[in-house]
């Protein structure tokens, strides 16, 4: 008895010291309505372990090894507040005082760290863990018994008046543990009733949590035996809708054991949810830092060089270096661990040879922080299931895009895409927002409701340009100069991709001869370095490179402002159909400046330069010419690596073919661009 006085009276003192006492009081406040009578008051308390393990060591050690316990430690004291202090008159008995634990931390040990890829689970003791996981599936918001009032049904009972059988809801504990029809009084073995007008109800969501390793069975990675279950997550109250799809999260919660006849299954219930942010260390290899140092005379090389040699592994360097570039680009947008700031760079390739292109796009998705191929089999955006926890409600599963939420979402070939499937990526692209129908009475609700998730990830996919053409034909069949088929893709898809990258080689059999050798000599070579060690840049060096550039944060110069503005306006008035309306979209400015960003963080600069402008400009005109094309800009087809890059020769001949291009640019925007004289000067 004197020791739980002794931890009564620590406890009294940690909610003095800690500003406990004053915020129930503050509390008590809004439930001194006279109009409002419940028979449960809940309040949630902030526990600091550390300050309570300084403060009294059994206290602290009965919180996180014995969370009931220490609850009804903190219940008792907070209703002699309550009646000594006179905040609520209502309350009559320590059992209608419902007190949660809100921890603020664990102890950074190995006992309090749950690692969701463990088995088996469900044997240690029953106390507060750390966890953190992905957010794959979630239900609507339902409600739950918080708290009842029971009264003897003997009249000359005691217990048939007052607040003496009041029942609250318990960690794994279900609906049927908190209310139902067979509860007993102990003083006289009459059947209970529930007082119905007593009930306080509560909000519920249930969220299905997995290892984030488990996205590798997703992405490009090898296939290993490793099978992942998910962790069924409870989240009641102020904590319901606090997680989103697609997100990581770091989560506190107490497992508990649900029963529910004649199956157990084993959950957790959330006590404090907060986003979670893996730790990466930011450094570029050596090769790079040389090649950074190397380059610095122009704005140009370091990109160049970087772009050439990417994805030496698939083809050889110098092919498809503009959709190299391209690749990098997506790749420096992303951002899985803040997916808000994600500025969204799709890509789609046309070419040939699908294969080698795919087999490209397959090697850069597995350098992106999170990357999702989309099978043809599964979901692309979100499904449907009945809660199997005794909600019934609608569980709503993660597609593929909501999977690959701050990175990169690899679709495919799209030749294999039904029209309906088409629409639906071309309908995401447009509004990034995927939607799910969900039928009320299907799943015990009064109405049907439309659920709306935003999609943050960027989508790559590619198409065959020598297939045959949905395109409708045009009446005079004319053919504009530049474009190109589209193969299966229709029109208003590609125009949805904004970053469209036609795969052309002008060596045409010599490159086809360069990939053949590259191919073979990888067959019969394997491991062995196949070019100089100039172009010898590991998979490493780039996700170092990569993770590095993600987390530059970026400004626009004044120069690039001015030619990102005047090319926009000069285009739209160039491009302008009197029957069709602009034919330069107004995501055409978002596509430039996120293009020119990306360009500055590849270089690894902080300050966006005209430079970085000349080549979003360049890749955003081939992709309105290969769509509609070409206008009074009139520049060659891959304009960002109009030569070999074999020497240092090849770098000042790009250089000087790129400054010509800009002043192309520049002449366009003056003879072009509504006021373009106001910024431009003739010179």
Known sequence: MDDVLSLKESVLYYLDRSGGLLKLAEDCETFNDPQQSEAVYRFCISVNPSDLVELDPVLGDCVLHSPLKATALFQSVCFLSIKTLSLIEKIHTENQVNVILKLTHLPPFPEYCLDLCEFPR???????????????????????????????????????????HIRVHAPGATESATVRRDFTCPLCSSPLKEDVKFRVLGDKQLVELIHVRALAVLSVHPHSSLRYQSVSLFLRDELCNSMRIGRL?????????????????????????????PVYTHKISTNFQALLTATACSPWRFSAVVANSFGSAVVPPGLYSTLKLGLLLSLVQTRSEEPDSLQCLDLMALTTDTLIIERLMTYSLGLAGRGVRHQATGEMFASLSRDEHGAGTANV???????????????????????????????ALESRVASVFVPGKKYGEDAA????????????????????????????????????????????????????????????EQALLAQTVHTLRQAVQPGEPLYPSCMQFT??????????????QVEMSPGAEKMIHGY?????????????????????????????????????????????????????????????????????PDAAFPCDLGDLEALQQ??????????????????????????????
């Open 122 to 164: 469900g044997y240690g003791p029953m106390r507060p863990v750390a966890m953190e996981g992905l957010v794959i599936a979630m239900t609507r918001v339902t409600k739950y018994t918080q708290g009842a009032r029971f009264l003897c049904t003997e009249d000359g009972c005691p217990c048939s008046t007052g607040f003496h």
């Open 249 to 277: 999260y770091r989560v506190l919660g107490i497992p508990a054991h649900v029963h529910q006849w004649p199956k157990v299954t084993w959950s957790v219930e959330a006590n404090s949810v907060q986003p979670w942010k």
């Open 397 to 427: 599963h993660a597609g593929s895009a909501l999977l690959a939420t701050g990175g990169i979402c690899m679709l495919g070939d799209l030749g294999g895409y039904r029209r309906d499937k088409m629409d639906a990526v071309q309908s």
């Open 449 to 508: 409701q439309t659920l709306s998730f935003p999609l943050q990830c960027s989508f790559w996919a590619l198409a065959d340009s020598t297939a045959p053409s949905r395109r409708p034909t045009r009446g005079d069949s004319s053919v504009l100069l530049g474009t190109v088929e589209m193969g299966p893709v229709p029109m208003q898809l590609a125009e949805a991709f904004g970053l469209v990258i036609q795969c052309r080689e002008a060596g045409g």
């Open 539 to 552: 998979t490493q060096d780039y996700q170092e490179l990569l993770a590095l550039a993600q987390t530059l």
């Open 568 to 636: 926009y306006m000069a285009s739209r008035r160039v491009r302008s159909d009197t029957a069709l309306g602009a034919k330069v979209s107004v995501a055409s400015i978002k596509l430039l400046i996120s293009l020119a960003e990306a360009h500055s963080k590849l270089s690894l600069r902080s300050r966006v330069l005209e430079e970085d402008a000349v080549i979003a400009v360049l890749l955003c005109e081939n992709a309105i010419t290969l769509r509609h094309g070409t206008s009074a800009l009139v520049i060659p």
């Open 654 to 683: 790009r250089d000087v073919a790129l400054q010509r291009l800009h002043q192309d640019i520049l002449h366009f925007i003056y003879a072009h661009a509504p006021g373009a004289d106001s910024y431009i000067t003739e010179e």
